[in-house]
């Protein structure tokens, strides 16, 4: 049998190697560490108890003792008189302890409808009402023109309906700018008048020829009309790039 096949051979002898160099290893130690040194201590008695043994084995001298009758007498103003023993201390009161705050009651529930019976709701008093005759409304006459509208003439009469809006359009911006510049006489403001006013607006957009329809009647009115197309000197070119003649009602009523 050869030692390589049989590893439990192996085992055992590392183990008994590894026993003899852990045993070893202790020797060496033990006999490296050194060695401490003996104290040799001498139990000895100590004095005083050999001074206390000799006292006790002594005798005691005698002492002679006077007699105590035969003592002087000492006097009254030397003896001190008793002190009389001190009042009694009255006893500290315990400190007062303040009593807990009383627990507030539960609210009490009530019935909304016991409430209601307990605490009746008072009802207000109608307050009167005074009706007053209704007031007469003055009746207010409000100056007003009518939106210029083209006047059709032979020359404007093969106008599309695009370019026949497009006037009316026209018209209207004219007429907002009229109703700016009219400055109505207050002399007027409660008469009924009104009056046809033709005139021409050139392609360039320049109001001439005003015309008034009837021609004669109140002069204050009819100046007014005259001094507001004056303001107006241009009305801006028309959409048709022609010359045309509008048509427009000037009123001092409704």
């Keep these: 049998m050869t030692i390589g096949k049989n590893p439990a051979l192996w085992t055992a002898v590392i183990l008994h190697l590894v026993v003899f160099l852990a045993l070893l290893l202790s020797v060496i130690v033990e006999a490296l560490k050194p060695k401490e040194k ?5 139990m000895v008695s100590p004095p005083a108890e050999r001074s206390v043994q000799q006292a006790a084995s002594d005798p005691m ?26 009042p009694p201390v009255a006893p500290t009161p315990p400190p007062k302890v303040a009593a807990p705050a009383p627990t507030p009651p539960k609210p009490k529930l009530v019935d909304y409808k016991d409430f209601v019976k307990e605490n009746p709701i008072k009802q207000p008093k109608p307050r009167t009402v005074t009706t007053q005759a209704p007031r007469p409304v003055p009746t207010i006459t409000v100056p007003t ?16 309906s695009r370019e026949v809006s497009e006037l009316q359009r026209y018209g209207a911006q004219l007429n907002a700018r009229l109703n700016q510049a009219w400055i109505k006489p207050p002399s007027l403001a409660n008469s009924r008048m009104d009056v046809d006013v033709s005139f021409d607006v050139s392609a360039s957009g320049r109001i001439s020829n005003v015309r008034f329809r009837p021609a004669s009647g109140n002069s204050t009115f009819y100046n007014s009309i005259r001094m507001a197309f004056a303001k107006i000197t241009s009305a801006g070119p028309t959409p048709t790039g022609q010359s045309h003649t509008f048509r427009a009602t000037f009123s001092m009523a409704d």
Excluded: R
Excluded at 61 to 85: N, R, S
Excluded at 145 to 160: D, E, F, M, R
């Design 38 to 42: 003996l104290h040799v201590f001498e």
């Design 61 to 86: 001298p005698a002492v002679d003792l006077p007699d105590p009758l035969e003592l002087p007498a000492v006097p009254d103003a030397m003896i001190p008189e008793p002190t009389p023993p001190a």
């Design 145 to 160: 023109i009518s939106i210029p509208t083209p006047v059709l003439t032979p020359s404007n009469q093969s106008l599309s």
